[in-house]
């Protein structure tokens, strides 16, 4: 049974730093991308951070860019999602997904797996 299991979620203050993890078990996902997505309440998820399966192509949300960084190691299964910078609107339960296509895909139906989210809040 494959499985997406997230941690590092937390409570932390505006500028601070957190680093999510996501360990994938089940199966090896060392040729496929993996994405955080996140959603507040009242919004739609939406697509965070992607990093392709080698981890040579990334994707960030320009909401985040140069606050984030998205990356892998893939002897470990796993996917992780360092948070600088942080701020109120990055407040939001995270989710770490995995697809088994190509490239990295920017709607949440494109994804196969998924974690069971983790809560990520930015006191001001």
């Known amino acids: 049974q494959v499985q997406l299991v997230e941690s590092g979620g937390g409570l932390v203050q505006a500028g601070g730093s957190l680093r999510l993890s996501c360990a994938a078990s089940g199966r090896t996902f060392s040729s496929y991308p993996f994405a955080w997505f996140r959603q507040a309440p009242g919004k739609e998820r939406e697509l965070v951070a992607g990093?392709?399966?080698?981890?040579?192509?990334?994707y960030y949300a320009d909401s985040v860019k140069g606050r984030f960084t998205i990356s892998r190691d893939n002897a470990k299964n796993t996917v992780y999602l360092q948070m600088n910078s942080l701020k109120p609107e990055d407040t939001a339960v995270y989710y770490c997904?995995?697809?088994?296509?190509?490239?990295?895909?920017?709607?949440?139906?494109?994804?196969?797996?998924w974690g069971q989210g983790t809560q990520v809040t930015v006191s001001s």
């Open positions: 990093i392709s399966g080698r981890g040579g192509i990334t």
């Open positions: 997904a995995a697809t088994l296509r190509i490239g990295i895909p920017s709607f949440e139906y494109e994804y196969d797996y």
